[in-house]
């Protein structure tokens, strides 16, 4: 499933779960400069979405 995940981030959200401490590696928290090993337990924790509105601007067409 994390597998599944992974595939659907980019790098760079990736690092940012990493560095925002979303990512357990063994139990503890990841360093985006580690390496992962075969028998590694990844935890991935996503934090809660935030919902995004956008307010329409009135801009005049010439």
């Known amino acids: ?3 599944e995940i992974a ?3 980019s790098r760079t959200q990736i690092k940012k779960l990493i560095d925002e401490n ?3 590696l063994n139990g503890r928290v990841a360093k985006a400069k580690e390496l992962v090993k075969a028998d590694d ?3 991935l924790s996503l934090p809660d979405l935030q919902e995004f509105h ?3 601007e009135n801009i ?3």
Do not use: G, H, R, T
Request: hydrophobic share 50%.
């Open 1 to 3: 499933m994390a597998a």
């Open 22 to 24: 979303y990512v357990l």
């Open 41 to 43: 337990q990844i935890e």
């Open 54 to 56: 956008v307010e329409p």
């Open 7 to 9: 595939d659907k981030l």
């Open 60 to 62: 005049p067409l010439e």
